[in-house]
């Protein structure tokens, strides 16, 4: 997992011990995201199913895609879709690829490179690998994200957000043995480069084997760690976790997160995504690319995407279906069971 490395990580500033008498917060679950098939096929694991939404509000669902190796003419992305009341995170851990919307955004993210769409009143957009790489084949891993708007922040104009790996904030823990990137948020005074209209901290993390990480965490938000690859511990109750589990934790000050002495030979460390944010607490309800507060919302935004108001789809050469062929139910990064009404 290359995304972003350096080579010493003991001339990063350093992450601050959480103060002392800092609450640790507990480990309420331990879930394994089930593998599923996404956009036009391509591997995904499905980090939050079987999560109650209230324990990952304000995040509405996410996907690890991949790892995968793919074969030269296997590499695939999604159709053009619609999106209203969210914003999509792309992050992109090993291989390549390309973005475009009907707002004028877009472009090519490599590793550690994220895409920061926010849908708001309405937008289309596709994500496919490019042409090289559809011949050649080769790995491909990421992440998707689905972070809410508020109701007040839902008819927002669409925007887009490039970020590059450089652009990443990096810390190490006090001894050096696990390295964070600050994709979204702020950690030990360091501000990672998304601008998000929902109090949110993203953080990718490698853990050396035998490494403990503890991070001050804010109280008002909550906490959830994804195990991307690797074996470790979490919590003071020192619970194990590994691939594709996702952690939730209680409340409190600080979360704690250990690698095993051993991993596997393909995965040296413990590869963590740390995410959470402040709780909306608002109604949600869900149906494919369109999270919305009421049901009426969403059969507006279906008659919007209909009418055509979502955006139109741009002159491009991204050979990849046009909406019309659409399933509006699960267009990308959606699965049955998320459709519906649910209440944070």
């Known amino acids: 997992m290359p995304a972003v ?3 010493d990580l003991l001339v990063l500033p350093k992450i601050d011990r959480p103060a002392p008498g800092a609450l640790e917060r507990p480990v309420l679950s331990v879930t394994t995201a089930p593998p599923g098939l996404e956009g036009e096929g391509f591997p995904v694991y499905r980090a939050f199913a079987g999560v109650a939404m209230s324990a990952i509000d304000p995040f509405v669902h996410m996907d690890q895609m991949g790892e995968v190796d793919y074969a030269p003419g296997e590499p695939k992305g999604t159709p053009w879709h619609p999106h209203r009341g969210f914003e999509t995170v792309t992050y992109i851990i090993d291989g390549v690829f390309d973005h475009q919307d009907s707002n004028g955004g877009g472009g090519r993210i490599t ?35 689905w972070v809410n ?12 957000q490039d970020l590059r790996a450089s652009a990443a904030a990096l810390l190490s823990s006090p001894d050096g043995g696990a390295l964070v990137r600050v994709i979204a948020g702020e950690l030990a005074g360091q501000r990672g480069p998304g601008v998000t209209y929902t109090p949110i ?50 409340p409190g000050d600080a979360l704690r997160v250990g690698a ?30 369109f999270v919305m507060n009421t049901r009426a919302e969403i059969a507006q935004a279906l008659e919007d995407y209909q009418a055509g108001r979502l955006g139109r789809v741009p002159a491009t050469d991204l050979p990849h279906r046009q909406p019309g062929d659409v399933d509006l139910a699960h267009p990308e990064g959606t699965h049955p069971e998320g459709n519906g009404e649910q209440h944070g």
């Open 201 to 250: 901290t993203l953080l990718h993390a490698t853990l050396s084997p035998s490494a403990e990480l503890v991070l001050p965490w804010p109280a008002d938000f909550n906490a959830l760690v994804y195990v991307l690859s690797g074996r470790g511990v979490v919590g003071a109750e020192r619970r194990p976790a590994g691939d594709h589990q996702l952690v939730v934790f209680g």
């Open 5 to 7: 490395t350096v080579d």
């Open 111 to 145: 590793n550690g490179d994220t895409q920061w769409m926010t849908a708001g009143a309405g937008i289309l957009h596709i994500e496919a690998p490019p042409e090289f790489l559809v011949a050649s084949g080769g790995l491909f891993h990421g992440i998707q994200l």
């Open 260 to 289: 095993d002495p051993h991993q596997e030979s393909r995965h040296p460390n413990l590869e963590i995504l740390v995410l959470g944010g402040r709780p909306i607490r608002e109604p949600v309800v869900h149906y494919g690319p």
């Open 149 to 160: 708007l508020p109701a007040a922040e839902k008819w927002n104009p669409p925007r887009y």
